[in-house]
């Protein structure tokens, strides 16, 4: 952590990252005295200015007289942001594909065909981590920045239905390595509605997924 970071960004991360871990569980209260001690005595102003900044990203709901509540997750949730994906990201394809380059489609290409690389005790992360990396990618070569900004704020959804949800299941890796390759070859066909068309496919089986997943987590929803 850099030296001369302002508190009020020290505390935004710090606050951040305990609501995307779920430490500071959905649905559940938080206040600014708990975070100052937590934060070894830092000042309620920073945290203050934090608190804010995480509300307008949809992150906490400061309730007078009742506290501060981390925004609760449901199924709803679920298909809201899955229903933004599946606008954005099939769009971007048939828009903007042409701009992806092929070098890194071909380099996703060679991993998507081994997804006997997931086999470790940490495999989880690494297949989350190459979701991410593959979907920024294609979310990259859109130039739109107001739909980036929607996209980001659903990228915080994501990371806390994750770790609500556990373990990602073997089947589904394999079953994402092949979606991700259908959608990579049409996109080095140049088939931009075969890729879009394959994405869209591969979004509503991983809503399917992530609702069976957090169904089986016994997080109650």
Known sequence: MAKNKPLRQTAYEYIKAK??????????????????????????????????????????????KKGILVTALNFSDINRLYEVRLLLEPYVLRRYGAKLDPV?????????????????????????????????????????????????????????????????????IRDTFAEHLLIINACLAEDWEAAASAMTEHLENSRVA????????????
């Open 19 to 64: 609501i995307l871990s779920c430490e500071y569980a959905p649905g559940t209260y938080i206040n600014e005295h708990q975070i100052c001690e937590e934060m070894d005595g830092i000042s309620r102003t920073p945290v203050r200015d934090a608190l804010g900044r995480l509300e307008q990203e949809g992150l906490l709901e400061i309730m007078p």
């Open 104 to 172: 890194e489609l071909n380099r996703f290409a060679e991993i998507m065909a081994d997804p006997g690389r997931i086999h470790s005790d940490s495999a989880q992360y690494y297949f989350y981590d190459l979701d991410d990396q593959f979907h920024g990618f294609i979310m990259n070569a859109l130039p739109n920045q107001y739909l980036l900004g929607a996209y980001d704020n659903i990228s915080n959804l994501n990371h806390r239905l994750r770790v609500l949800s556990g373990n990602v299941v073997e089947n589904r």
């Open 210 to 221: 992530t609702f069976h997943l957090i169904s089986a987590s016994g997080y109650n929803v």
